[in-house]
T-cell receptor, first 113, second 114 residues
Framework: SQTIHQWPATLVQPVGSPLSLECTVEGTSNPNLYWYRQAAGRGLQLLFYSVGIGQISSEVPQNLSASRPQDRQFILSSKKLLLSDSGFYLC????????????FGPGTRLTVL | AQSVAQPEDQVNVAEGNPLTVKCTYSVSGNPYLFWYVQYPNRGLQFLLKYITGDNLVKGSYGFEAEFNKSQTSFHLKKPSALVSDSALYFCAVRDIGGYQKVTFGTGTKLQVIP
């Protein structure tokens, strides 16, 4: 079965500092990968998705960027964090077909102070 | 464009009673529909999905969902609620003729009262 690893579990960063969140996938190859942000324990906002190495689609203009340097690695970054970047960040993947369900990582709780 | 609505922010049900969490969707073509559950400070877990065929779909932990094309609904149900079912539930949709993006509902908090 597919597993997504995310780290760290929690992160507290000052405003203006850089960010790097990493997500790795086990148990499947050529997955589609996604970064979501969840605010206040509610709805999921899709930030980025990737259908392959080096292929990134951005859903919402923002202070963040994403990269996929390897098939099973997806990285979320920022050069300078804003207070509004605080939230629960979830990495997800699927096996590429539209009928495939997504599998999620455990999430990273980011607090920007 | 595709969209999902979960009209109830919270659903309260007594332990042992049947539960229903509502979901309606909108897509231009035919839908793939999904239910996920999220426990506090955790990632989402897949419960069940509708692709095609039988309108009643059975999933994990005794949950099931009924696809109703005429009402564009995909309500999640369980015959007998457990306290451990208390969590946040998300409905999601993909348009068969669409692209990779999954659209999630805003979530419904289920509270099962002992």
């Amino acid at each position: 079965s597919q597993t997504i690893h995310q780290w760290p579990a929690t992160l507290v960063q000052p405003v203006g500092s850089p960010l790097s969140l990493e997500c790795t996938v086990e148990g499947t190859s050529n997955p589609n990968l996604y970064w979501y942000r969840q605010a206040a324990g509610r709805g999921l906002q899709l930030l980025f998705y990737s259908v392959g190495i080096g292929q990134i689609s951005s859903e919402v203009p923002q202070n963040l960027s994403a990269s996929r340097p390897q098939d099973r690695q997806f990285i979320l970054s920022s050069k300078k964090l804003l207070l509004s970047d605080s939230g629960f960040y979830l990495c997800a993947g699927d096996r590429g077909q539209l009928y495939n369900e997504q599998f999620f990582g455990p999430g990273t709780r980011l607090t920007v102070l | 464009a595709q969209s999902v609505a979960q009209p109830e922010d919270q659903v309260n049900v007594a332990e042992g009673n049947p539960l229903t969490v509502k979901c309606t969707y909108s897509v231009s073509g035919n839908p793939y529909l999904f239910w996920y559950v999220q426990y506090p400070n955790r990632g989402l877990q897949f419960l069940l999905k509708y692709i095609t065929g039988d309108n009643l779909v059975k999933g994990s932990y005794g949950f099931e969902a009924e696809f109703n094309k005429s009402q564009t609904s995909f309500h999640l149900k369980k015959p007998s609620a457990l306290v451990s079912d208390s969590a946040l539930y998300f409905c999601a949709v993909r348009d068969i003729g669409g692209y990779q993006k999954v659209t999630f509902g805003t979530g419904t908090k289920l509270q099962v009262i002992p």
